[in-house]
């Protein structure tokens, strides 16, 4: 569209450039004319009332075609602003719904299977109730980017469980879990290690939770929605 108004205003002022030279050639012609005889002066008041006239419709075309040019170059600004607009609009969109990948200070929890198990007992193992867990902690401490492993958490991750595998956007995956997000590191670590919270917890049955703050991490970006096949939007 960009280029459509600058080829279209290019035009405009190549039409405006000739008026102007047939403008000067007729006012030069006009000085160059020779001498006329007294006996045809009239014909010569003719001539003038006829260049007078012709310069006017000159004059007029240019300030006609000068309006347009402003007009257009006047439409051409907005054109860009409303593109502009829907370009950030669109950049927003793509952030929220975590199709870009994002850096930023934060916290990882690392999270294993207990090293031992006592004897007769079912061993202690990270579960995808355990990440829900701890990735919801997250959400409502205020981080704004959130992957486990090499996966992005958005507002479609599903998590699951097989066997010993967690399932994240369809995704196995295996221990152990780091669980990386981005935001104020303090108040990340602050809400997961609070006492009595769900890290306890999770350390008193035998897990391996470590957490760490960072000032620089870094989430991948999501593969995206997949398709929709039964959902419709509403007309």
Do not use: C
């Amino acid at each position: 569209m960009k280029d459509l108004w600058r080829i279209f205003a290019a035009f405009v002022l190549m039409a405006l450039g000739f008026l102007v030279v047939i403008q000067a050639r007729a006012g030069r012609s006009l000085g160059e004319q020779p001498e006329v005889p007294t006996r045809n002066i009239y014909a010569m008041a003719t001539l003038l009332r006829e260049a007078r006239q012709a310069r006017t419709a000159l004059e007029a075309e240019v300030a006609r075609l000068r309006h347009e040019v402003e007009a257009y170059q006047r439409t051409a600004g907005q054109g860009q602003s409303v593109t502009a607009a829907m370009s950030a609009e669109l950049e927003r969109l793509r952030l929220a719904l975590g199709l870009k990948a994002m850096e930023g200070p934060g916290v990882t929890v690392a999270m294993k299977d207990a090293p031992t198990r006592p004897a007769g007992a079912n061993p202690a193992v990270v579960t995808y109730q355990d990440i829900v867990g701890v990735v919801n902690e997250l959400w409502a401490a205020g981080a704004e980017a959130v992957a486990v492993n090499t996966q992005r958490v958005t507002a479609t991750t599903g998590f699951g469980q097989v066997g010993g595998t967690v399932v994240v956007n369809l995704q196995r995956l295996t221990a152990p879990f780091v669980i990386t997000a981005i935001g104020d590191p303090a108040t990340l670590e602050g809400a997961l290690a609070i006492r009595g919270g769900l890290v306890e917890a999770m350390r008193a049955i035998g897990l391996s939770v470590a957490l760490t703050r960072h000032d620089r991490l870094q989430v991948p970006a999501s593969s995206g929605p997949g398709p929709f096949e039964h959902a419709r939007p509403l007309k």
